[in-house]
């Protein structure tokens, strides 16, 4: 039987301490995590705010997914254009809170009900437009801010 993953031996001939694969990523997860409770919370929020109801158009997760499509075209042209950011923003905005506001399950979820209580139109329309206006609204934020920032170093 061989051994997955031999000891290492330091220099006294003891063995060495193998570090954690969790330690160098503890930090990421962490504000992952933070960052998606955030996220999430908005998106609840908003959903409270602002119901949907049964059959309708659901406009609260689609403006969700819209404006956090936009948000993120700004954020990535910023992080990776415009200044350095720690190296913890990233997961944290990017992944944690952008993440946890924008649903893909709960579009999916909107759409199945949707079509499962006889409203196919309004569920592939829903499908169709959200795909649409939150890849249109990426785009736009990415020219727009790339050109505020060109515009701005002149």
Not at 39 to 56: E, F, N, S
Request: with cysteine.
């Amino acid at each position: 039987m061989t051994v997955p993953h031999p000891e290492r031996v330091g220099e006294s001939g003891t063995p060495a301490r193998v570090a954690s694969p969790w330690r160098g990523q503890g930090p990421v997860v962490a504000v992952v995590a933070l960052g998606g409770a955030i996220g999430a919370t908005a998106r609840y929020g908003a959903a409270r705010l602002w119901p949907t109801p049964d059959g309708a158009f659901p406009w609260t997760t689609f403006t969700v997914n819209v404006v956090g499509c936009a948000v993120i075209g700004v954020f990535m042209v910023l992080i990776t254009d415009a200044w350095r950011a720690h190296r913890l923003v990233r997961p944290f905005f990017g992944t944690g809170v952008l993440g946890g506001f924008t649903t893909f399950s709960t579009y999916a979820v909107d759409i199945r009900k949707l079509v499962g209580t006889g409203h196919p139109g309004t569920g592939l329309g829903y499908l169709a437009a959200t795909l649409c206006a939150a890849l249109a609204a990426m785009w736009l934020a990415v020219t727009a801010t790339r050109r505020a920032l060109a515009w701005r170093r002149r």
